[in-house]
């Protein structure tokens, strides 16, 4: 029997989003029924509703941080419990058989996973996200919350914390490396925490000098500003690797010039146009220019595990649901610091 839960929802693309109700699926023998206490608001969940990325199912109820606590659980379920403290994050399913997913890197399924909102569940039902009261989600795709994280600043780590995580494990960041996270936003800010706490050198790269106290006091090493042209001069050569988070465009050959020999440019921003490279900007030195998606769910459960050891968690602002729409337009506007995060229980 399904469940009818509060939600908020886009209708259409140049719609902002409004209250509406919808159906969460019974909870089948390994399914997770969870009570959402906080959502993080991602630019993904714009572009997605805006249709900036391709078709969408309307009415789409958008959302892929999610804190919350189990509130049922199937029969046959064995990771989690009713009264644990959990999240989903990017993805409920994949086909659990390609190569990838047997790798543990679901969100490299080669059929494609189900993604947390505009995708087709089990249940072949349109997927709905986190901007709601409740979600069910088969337990394999629930990942543990330790209790040394908040809920409320641990929400944005199942999407902007393993989007930053990833990369830097996967291209060896730590001790004896210098890295760059390009952008001091919603993602870029938990990336420097991780980086720092992974023991690299980590230097913020934005385009001016106005959240350098904030860079500095979040792990940053160095902040320094591209809009001023001796940057890229003063520090050509310089690093092992850059993570860009920016969702525009950038130049990429400029970017290029400041890695080392064998460095990696990894972009997790997902601008909407093409971007072009100059050859020469990669052979001379034997650089690398690379993309990186979220992790699989063993890796946000050690990214998850990781932060709660030191201490890391998003720099957030709280708000109601009713003020979903205007943190939308703050969103665009770069007018948070650092990540929105709905307060669920204000769905009632």
């Known amino acids: 029997m399904t ?37 993080g608001i991602c630019h993904s969940d714009i572009h997605t509703a805006r249709g900036e990325w391709g078709a969408v199912t309307y009415p789409i109820v ?12 199937g029969p046959e379920v064995t990771k989690h419990a009713v009264g644990d403290r959990v999240g989903v994050g990017c993805m409920v399913d994949s086909c659990r058989e390609c190569v990838n997913c047997r790798r543990g890197q679901e969100q490299y399924c080669l059929k494609g996973n189900i993604q947390t909102y505009n995708g087709i569940g089990v249940d072949g039902q349109p997927t709905a996200g986190g901007y709601s009261q409740q979600i069910v989600v088969d337990e394999d795709f629930v990942v543990r919350i330790p209790d040394g994280l908040e809920l409320h600043v641990a929400a944005p780590l199942l999407c902007a914390g393993i989007t930053l995580y990833s990369p830097l494990r996967h291209w060896g960041a730590g001790p004896g490396t210098k890295v760059a996270i ?19 050198e980590v230097t913020v790269l934005s385009q001016s000098l106005k959240k350098q106290e904030d860079g500095l006091r979040l792990g ?34 400029a970017y290029l010039s400041l890695l080392a020999v064998d460095g990696a440019l990894v972009n ?66 770069s007018d948070v610091r650092y990540r929105f995060v709905i307060d669920a229980a204000t769905l009632a």
């Not at 958008?62 to 659980?73: C, K, P, R, S, T």
């Open 3 to 39: 469940t009818t839960v509060n939600a908020y929802a886009a209708h259409a693309a140049d719609q902002p989003l409004a209250p509406t109700t919808i159906e969460r699926r019974e909870v089948g023998p390994k399914d997770v029924r969870i009570e959402i206490e906080f959502a």
């Open 62 to 73: 958008v959302g892929h941080e999610i804190a919350g606590v189990v509130a049922e659980v």
């Open 182 to 200: 390009v952008g001091l936003g919603g993602l870029g800010h938990v990336g420097v925490k991780i980086a720092a706490a992974l023991g690299a």
């Open 220 to 253: 940053a090493q160095h902040y320094h500003a591209t809009s001023d042209p001796d940057t890229f001069t003063a520090l050509a050569g310089t690093f092992d690797l850059i993570v860009n988070t920016v969702s525009a465009a950038i130049d990429l050959d």
């Open 268 to 333: 997790v921003g997902a601008p909407a146009e093409p971007l072009s490279v100059n050859i020469f900007s990669l052979i001379p030195q034997r650089r690398s220019f690379a993309g990186s998606s979220i992790g699989g769910i063993a890796e946000t459960q050690e990214m998850l595990d990781f932060c709660a050891e030191h201490g890391i968690g998003a720099e957030v602002e709280v708000i109601s649901a009713e003020q979903v729409n205007d943190a939308w337009e703050r969103v665009l506007a």
